[in-house]
């Protein structure tokens, strides 16, 4: 079974940047897919960004044009570069992986920007 791990998080001011990376063991698929969901205190759980393969991409429309997803060669990590960052993008940010009907999420990793 594959699981994930999430790593990166952390407090930045806004407009600054960080890069989030999640980790896929136990033998990640090349037809899976692979992202990043955020929830913030009182709010549900929403998606910022996933990958299918390498090339298939989706993203918020909040984040387009600041955050960019990306997958390692070998489809077992990928990253999450957020540039110029904004209080509102405070969060728990949680990777997942999902193949068929298997899913796998991390524990989360906390991104707080200050004003």
């Known amino acids: 079974q594959v699981q994930v791990a999430e790593s990166g998080g952390g407090l930045v001011q806004a407009g600054g940047s960080l890069k989030l990376t999640c980790s896929a063991s136990g033998g990640a698929s090349s037809l899976s897919t692979m992202g990043w969901y955020r929830q913030a205190p009182g709010k549900q759980r929403e998606l910022v960004a996933e990958v299918t393969g390498h090339t298939t991409k989706n993203y918020a429309d909040s984040v387009k044009g600041r955050f960019t997803i990306s997958r390692t060669t070998n489809w077992s990590a990928i990253f999450l570069q957020m540039n110029n960052l904004r209080p509102e993008d405070t969060g728990v940010y949680y990777c997942?992986?999902?193949?068929?009907?298997?899913?796998?999420w991390g524990q989360g990793t906390q991104v707080t920007v200050s004003s």
């Open positions: 997942v992986y999902r193949r068929l009907t298997y899913e796998s």
